[in-house]
């Protein structure tokens, strides 16, 4: 009985060794990573982050990104984006496939998205009480956009050398999505914004709301 006792703990102890020797060479130990698809964002965002690795199985990643501007003449409502998106994640890393050349991993994080634009609407408004005659106003203005979350997601490094690697993920954020614009005043035949077949795009109303996500990074490994 001692004997098998001692044979399945060596065999444990060689598939520990094993799997510790995989997972020091999948998982980053200091990488940087660009994240290209959020610069197609209705917000577009140059996103960097950086992966450093701090016990075992465990690393921490931050992200920053820069919201891009780009020129739209003929979209006067959302003008002259500017502002920042902050990320921070927390990994725990499973399952290395040795064949694949990949490691699997399980997150948790929390974000917080910062950005301001400009916008251009007009009003019918009239020039006396008995409105006989009506002209045009123009409002300019700034729209603040804030949000706050909470991320759970199941990804994996898929490495291609032994420098270049991609992370795709997929999971679920709780959004706290909040809108602040002035109030304008109603104009002449303004019934708000009627939407009978799509939604806006974006939702600018205040909620609270449980979304999946996809993320897509090429990253640079530091050994």
């Not at 465990?58 to 891009?68: E, N, P, R, S, W």
């Not at 917080?112 to 634009?117: A, I, L, S, Y």
């Not at 997601?153 to 690697?165: D, E, L, P, R, T």
Request: hydrophobic letters at 35%.
């Amino acid at each position: 009985m001692i004997r098998y006792t001692l044979l399945l703990f060596m065999v444990a102890s060689s598939c520990y060794a094993q799997d510790s020797i995989h997972f020091e060479r999948l998982i980053p130990r200091h990488a940087f990573k660009f994240a290209p698809l959020t610069m197609a964002n209705f917000y577009p965002t140059l996103e960097l982050s950086f992966e450093q690795k701090i016990i075992r199985q465990f690393t921490v990643q931050i992200g920053y990104g820069y919201v891009l501007n780009y020129k739209d003449n003929n979209n006067q409502e959302y003008q002259n984006k500017r502002g920042y998106k902050a990320k921070l994640e927390i990994r725990y890393y499973i399952m290395p496939s040795e064949r694949y050349n990949l490691v699997y991993y399980l997150a948790v994080g929390g974000y917080m998205n910062v950005v301001d634009f400009d916008r251009e609407t007009s009003r019918q408004e009239c020039y006396d009480l008995s409105c006989t005659n009506t002209f045009i106003r123009y409002y300019n203005y700034v729209v603040k956009y804030r949000e706050q979350g909470f991320t759970l997601k199941f990804g994996f490094v898929k490495h291609f050398s032994k420098s270049i690697f991609m992370d795709i993920n997929g999971g679920w954020s709780l959004r706290f999505i909040d809108y602040d614009e002035p109030t304008m005043p109603g104009g002449l035949n303004d019934f708000g914004d009627v939407s009978f077949f799509f939604s806006d795009i974006p939702n600018e109303e205040d909620r609270i709301g449980l979304m999946p996500i996809l993320g897509f990074r090429i990253g640079y490994r530091f050994r």
